[in-house]
Each structure stands twice: as structure tokens, then as C-alpha cells.
């Protein structure tokens, strides 16, 4: 098994829709989670970082970690084209120093 | 610097050559991290530096592959010996490391290696 797993994509939604991005992970330990995103040929850029249950918002990006279910999304609301990319999921095991474990990432396209 | 700066940006080798990336990371930044990203595929560990040591380098894929980290500033990884499989871009990765921090990473723009 993966550490980290994503759904498999491509996702494609409208402009103004809902994009949901999903993201398991393996090590029942594991208390970092970030999730960031890739423009095709540009290095991954933080989105958003969770590390207790539940939901955190910020702007458009909601990430919600649910650690009994060892699994955590992000939702992007009002999806716009500029959010086209690819969204990977990472996990830690740590909350201080420690290698990250990445997704495979999935591809989002958003359509206007 | 504003954020982390690898060299060079783009280099082509032929099969059996010596390469040697260098990664400078964000001012005040002790931990540095080396990942590596096939085509197509997701991040993949190397090693990371906490100050100049390596507490982990469990993800060097082979004795081909070193890195060395001086001054707790510019870190380089060299792989000898190269093959075509090394073709991948190189990432470096810097983070606060603050005790109780949350050591967010940061991420340069890599170094897109090709062996022919």
C-alpha cells in the first residue's frame, strides 16, 4: 500500500463549480498535512497546511482532516481557470523536522 | 534571498558524466530538503539536511548519489556515474525547523536533469 494515495483524476469542473480533491494516507502516526499545488513545468507552491480534525478555511480553500479515517481533502470553491494545475497531497509523520510524503497528485482542469 | 534558488536551472549530461546541482536556501533556513520528480509523477525523497548533518538519507537511490551541505547555507548533490533513469527534475526544499514549529517546506524551482 501507498503511503499517500490521491483519487487518480483528471477532475475537470466548470468555472464557479466545487473542485473536491481526496487524499489518503497509511501511517496512523502521521500529524502533518499540507497540500500544494503545480503548475506544469513549475515547482509545487504551499496551499494550505492542516493539522487537527476538522476543517480550515482559507479564501476559496477549504482543507478538512479527518485522522480516524486517515484522510484529508481539500475543496476549492468558485473554481476559476487560473486553478488548473496539479494538487498534491503531503503527509508527515512528525510535526517538527521530517521528510514529506507525496501524492501522486491529481490534475485539475477548470473550464470556462 | 526572497526564496530558494537552485542551479542550474536546466542541464543535459551524457550517460557515465558527473553532475553536481546546487540548491541555496531561504536566509535563516536550517533544514534543507532534496526531493526528485520523474515525469509524470509525484515527489520522491533523496535526503535532508538539519544544520550540516543528514539525519535521514534514506532515499538516495543509490551510492551513485551524495550530498553536501557547508555553512548551513548551499547544499550540492552530486551523482556520478550518470544514467539515463537519473532524467528527473531535482527539487530543494528549505524550512524554519523551529523547535514546536511547523517546518513548512518551501520549494525551489528545481533543476530539470537530462542524461542521453
Known amino acids: 500500500q501507498k503511503e499517500v494515495e490521491q483519487n487518480s483524476g483528471p477532475l475537470s469542473v466548470p468555472e464557479g463549480a466545487i473542485a473536491s480533491l481526496n487524499c489518503t494516507y497509511s501511517?496512523?502516526?502521521?500529524?502533518?498535512f499540507f497540500w500544494y499545488r503545480q503548475y506544469s513545468g513549475k515547482s509545487p507552491e504551499l496551499i494550505m497546511s492542516?493539522?487537527?480534525?476538522g476543517d480550515k478555511e482559507d479564501g476559496r480553500f477549504t482543507a478538512q482532516l479527518n485522522k480516524a479515517s486517515q484522510y484529508v481533502s481539500l475543496l476549492i470553491r468558485d473554481s476559476q481557470p487560473s486553478d488548473s494545475a496539479t494538487y498534491l497531497c503531503?503527509?508527515?509523520?512528525?510535526?517538527?523536522?521530517?521528510?514529506?510524503?507525496f501524492g501522486r497528485g491529481t490534475q485539475l482542469t477548470v473550464w470556462p | 534571498g526572497a526564496g530558494v534558488s537552485q542551479s542550474p536551472s536546466n542541464k543535459v549530461t551524457e550517460k557515465g558524466k558527473d553532475v553536481e546541482l546546487r540548491c541555496d536556501p531561504i536566509?535563516?533556513?536550517?533544514?534543507l530538503y532534496w526531493y526528485r520528480q520523474r515525469l509524470g509523477q509525484g515527489l520522491e525523497f533523496l535526503i535532508y539536511?538539519?544544520?550540516?548533518?543528514?539525519?535521514?538519507k534514506s532515499g538516495l537511490p543509490s551510492d551513485r548519489f551524495s550530498a553536501e551541505r557547508t555553512g548551513e547555507s548551499v547544499s550540492t548533490l552530486t551523482i556520478q556515474r550518470t544514467q539515463q533513469e537519473d532524467s528527473a527534475v531535482y527539487l530543494c526544499?528549505?524550512?524554519?525547523?523551529?523547535?514546536?514549529?511547523?517546518?513548512?517546506?518551501?520549494f525551489g524551482p528545481g533543476t530539470r536533469l537530462t542524461v542521453l
Open positions: 526544499a528549505s524550512s524554519l525547523a523551529g523547535q514546536g514549529g511547523t517546518d513548512t517546506q518551501y
Open positions: 501511517d496512523r502516526g502521521s500529524q502533518s
Open positions: 492542516i493539522y487537527s480534525n
Open positions: 503531503a503527509v508527515k509523520r512528525g510535526s517538527t523536522l521530517g521528510r514529506l510524503y
Open positions: 536566509s535563516g533556513h536550517t533544514a
Open positions: 539536511f538539519q544544520g550540516n548533518s543528514a539525519p535521514d
